[in-house]
């Protein structure tokens, strides 16, 4: 075989999503796509066919990713409807509302945890500290979400912030910001066109798109095609592998709502409150909210589910538009194969609880491009690479994920009944908790590399749904009381501190947009 | 602290101004200068850039002292350096958005200034009640002051958006305490010295090169300032 002939060239990426430009764009950044010499990427998308359009919540790693394709927050902030994101405030999760309960929430806040050197956590779990929640005892953050503060001051410059954040974007706004990006400076080469068929050799290695504005060829092909999976399902029939014994949402109800008055507060963190069979995202952008209720249709029946998100957004007349999407949860059996990997909804997905979407495409875009092989003969180690560790990325969302209902204390209907049998719930997951009864959570709990979710993650689930832990049987080795609780009143202090120099969240948007952040 | 008012001469007829007294600045260890002062001031000062704290945007400024709230160059009252920067000569008066008319400026006075009094100094207006021609070269200096801000301010944002500033955490120690200045912005040689043939033909039709060389220089008197005693 004549080596250089099969060396990669050319790579085609169907869809041009939020995925497939964060696929090209990792590609062609990490290969060097503007230098002639290097592989070139170009992305083919239909004219017709609309994106997903939802997708809003990311994670900090998102302003890496950012960072590093070279765009700048200043532009994102201003094209994409841009609103800081610092936490997910759980409403109604642990226990159904009631008249009682006024303070039924907690935050999964971004900020790394007060842990290390000295984990005020034991202490919090042993004694009582006056009502404190988890969150408020181990980071700053959480106080900073409830007084609708923003993360960041005006003086730090692009990317950094005095808490650890990420964004609530317009998805639609996004992958064309993102468009112009990798075109104008990533070298990526943009084609439209309605993908038809897809020409397969004896090997099963695609050799070209056969599309509407003619044929396409090329020695690698990215599947961004969403739910179709044109590539890596109809073409290469890899299997979709559901997870809805375990994650029992398979609809979502979704709905643009404005704001009452030009300049409401807008929240620095995406609200999830727990409904009798599912869940109401509300994420806020400058112009406008997007919010959803993701259910069950075993659990409850459309028309009942419309009028619980009616409800929520106050709508009894029925002047706010729905779109009705099917959630197909669970992934393919294999994400890469021969010469095809997918990204995006095409890979898998996940009720959108914990913002993994954006979350796992922009990681395994990552990963794609930094495991890019330059000849064919690397296909097969690369892809084993791949597939392993984007499906224990998978896993580790889907038990994150399950974790939220399965240690939810609702009994007010069978769909949170049955989240909590064993039978939903994941070997691993059950062995965690299992061991969590009697301890913390350790770092040796979460040693893979693309564990997705870690100790500080769970720790924030666990303790702010007053996971019963109980450490009696370990309490002699949490003698230092004193050290706990100077702790706690220090991050009590960097909070006030903190909070002197915050703006207000909108407040600091707006000022964004007219002045912009500099770049160092 | 401050009570700036509109100047109206039913109000303030017969105010005198004492120029020389600085009292308003001995607080102030960093101060607002133009890019027009920066060859004047970087015979004395050092010159550094900051952000400023509501918008972020870089302000040229020279440093009287290197502990927060201390100048050095203000002793009795008076100015003891050679220099004295343009925005501290304005004071009472500033240019302030007329309250009837927002769109537009007038003159307001700071009636809690240390520098007015009734008996020692120049009249703001005459027996007759108009301008003193003292009021009217202050008057022009304010408006000729605002007029070089805007410009300078423009020159100053040219000057990031080049990336010719780069952030500079600065270590000093004089009479064995150690001082860590941050926050600081200054010019980056290193990029300065790697601009394309363009790029420096633009930052030299700008007029910049005088004000980047200045504070380059400038940054020298840091140690003198820091060792500075007024007596």
Known sequence: MNIKSSAIREIIVVGGGTAGWLAASHLAKKLGSKNSNAIQVTLIESPDIPTIGVGEGTVPAIRNSLRYLGVSETDFIRACDVTFKQSIKFVDWEKAPSHTNNKNYYHHLFDYPCIQPFDVSPYWLLHDCDGLSYADAVAIQGRICDLGLAPKKMTQCEYEGSTQYAYHLDAVKFAALLTQHAVNNLGVKHQLANVQKARVDDAGNITSLMTDKGEFSADFFVDCSGFSALLIGDTLSIPFIQKHSELFADYALAAQVPYAQEGTPIPSYTISTAKEAGWIWDIGLTSRRGTGYVYSSHYTNHERAEQVLREYLGDAQGNISCRKISMRVGYREKFWVNNCAAIGLSQGFVEPLEATGLLVYDATARMLADLFPASEAEFAWAAKQFNEHTRNAWDKVIDFVKLHYFISQREDTDFWRDNRKTETASDRLLANLEAWRYQLPNDYDFSSRMEIFNLENYLYVLYGMNYPTDLSSRQSRYADTKRAQELMRIVERKAQSCIQDLLPHRELIDRIKRFGLQRI | ?231
């Open chain 2, 1 to 231: 602290m401050t009570a700036i008012i509109p100047l109206q001469k039913e109000l303030h007829g017969y105010i005198k101004i004492n120029d020389r007294n600085m009292d308003h600045v001995q607080d102030q260890h960093i101060i607002p200068i133009l890019l027009h002062e920066f060859i004047r001031v970087s015979s004395e000062y050092p010159i550094v850039f900051v952000k400023n704290s509501d918008t972020g945007q870089f302000q040229s400024v020279c440093m009287l002292g290197v502990k927060s709230s201390e100048n050095k160059f203000v002793h009795n009252q008076l100015w003891v350096g050679g220099y004295v920067p343009l925005s501290v000569r304005h004071a009472p008066f500033y240019l302030m958005p007329d309250p009837r008319n927002p769109e537009q400026l007038l003159i307001g006075i700071n009636e809690a200034s240390p520098r007015i009094n009734l008996e020692n100094g120049v009249s703001i207006f005459t027996e007759v009640g108009e301008e003193s021609e003292y009021f009217t070269a202050r008057k022009n200096a304010l408006i000729d002051h605002y007029e070089k801000e805007q410009v300078s301010q423009e020159l100053t944002q040219f000057l990031a958006a080049m990336n010719l500033l780069i952030r500079q955490e600065i270590n000093l120690s004089y009479n064995s305490e150690n001082f860590n200045i941050n926050g600081v912005y200054l010019i980056d040689e290193e990029r300065l010295n790697s601009l394309s043939d363009d790029e420096f033909l633009t930052v030299r039709r700008k007029g910049l090169l005088p004000a980047i060389y200045a504070q380059m220089i400038s940054i020298q008197h840091l140690e003198r300032v820091a060792n500075f005693r007024a007596f």
